[in-house]
């Protein structure tokens, strides 16, 4: 959507069908068996839960820095006490961070379409980290017409932390690379991967 006009050119469209194929071809062993269960009384569409703000996040789950690796998905009221390790990870926080700091910047105009991406994907990944805590209004949502059934469709907000994390991270990583200042760009990229290695290290004890 970004770059719809490079996107739109024969040679383009034509290495996008071969990768479409490829990824067709390489994901058959999931994709057959699940087009077999499709054809089953399963009705994922309209067995939706009418309210999933009781599954959402709590603001502090999202932030935690070093939560346990295991436990279940309680409802909200419950409390977040050995629930399932839930949270978006510092690393990725501080690429949001990183981001919006490096985007109220400015950079040149030759790098704009880069930047466009970026702001984009920040914004986006914002967005959907919004859309797993207890903050967004599921409950009107989920009263929407038709657009409120399939977004309940998800069951449990918590499952937009993926697409949250990988938009804020991309969103990083552009800021980064179109930093101007090399020192401060270094000192960001060795603390970023210092929390990371942290993180993994926590993660695999408590595992």
């Known amino acids: 959507l970004v770059f719809l006009p490079v996107f739109i050119k024969?040679?383009?469209?034509?290495?996008?069908?071969?990768?479409?194929?490829?990824?067709?071809?390489?994901?058959?062993?999931?994709?057959?068996?699940?087009?077999?269960?499709?054809?089953?009384?399963?009705?994922?569409?309209?067995?939706?839960?009418?309210?999933?703000?009781?599954?959402s996040l709590n603001l502090w789950?999202?932030?935690?820095?070093?939560?346990?690796?295991?436990?279940?998905?309680?409802?909200?009221?419950?409390?977040?006490?050995?629930?399932?390790?839930?949270?978006?990870?510092?690393?990725?926080?501080?690429?949001?961070?990183?981001a919006v700091l490096g985007f109220l910047k400015g950079y040149?105009?030759?790098?704009?379409?880069?930047?466009?991406?970026?702001?984009?994907?920040?914004?986006?990944?914002?967005?959907?980290?919004?859309?797993?805590t207890c903050l967004f209004p599921w409950n009107f949502v989920g009263n929407i017409p038709k657009i409120g059934r399939i977004m309940n469709t998800v069951q449990f907000p918590w499952r937009y932390l993926g697409v949250a994390g990988c938009l804020l991270l991309l969103a990083g990583m552009i800021a980064l690379l179109l930093w101007d200042n090399a020192d401060k760009k270094q000192k960001i990229s060795v603390l970023l991967i210092g929390i990371s290695i942290f993180?993994?290290?926590?993660?695999?004890?408590s595992m």
């Open 108 to 132: 040149t105009e030759e790098k704009s379409k880069l930047k466009g991406l970026g702001i984009f994907s920040l914004v986006v990944g914002c967005g959907a980290a919004w859309m797993t």
């Open 10 to 55: 024969p040679r383009v469209l034509c290495s996008v069908f071969k990768a479409v194929v490829w990824v067709v071809f390489l994901n058959a062993w999931f994709l057959i068996p699940f087009l077999e269960a499709s054809k089953l009384d399963i009705n994922v569409l309209y067995n939706t839960p009418g309210n999933i703000t009781s599954h």
């Open 61 to 98: 789950q999202l932030l935690a820095f070093t939560p346990e690796a295991s436990g279940n998905s309680k409802m909200l009221i419950k409390g977040i006490a050995t629930e399932m390790p839930l949270y978006l990870g510092w690393a990725v926080i501080m690429c949001g961070a990183v």
């Open 199 to 205: 993180t993994v290290l926590s993660l695999c004890q």
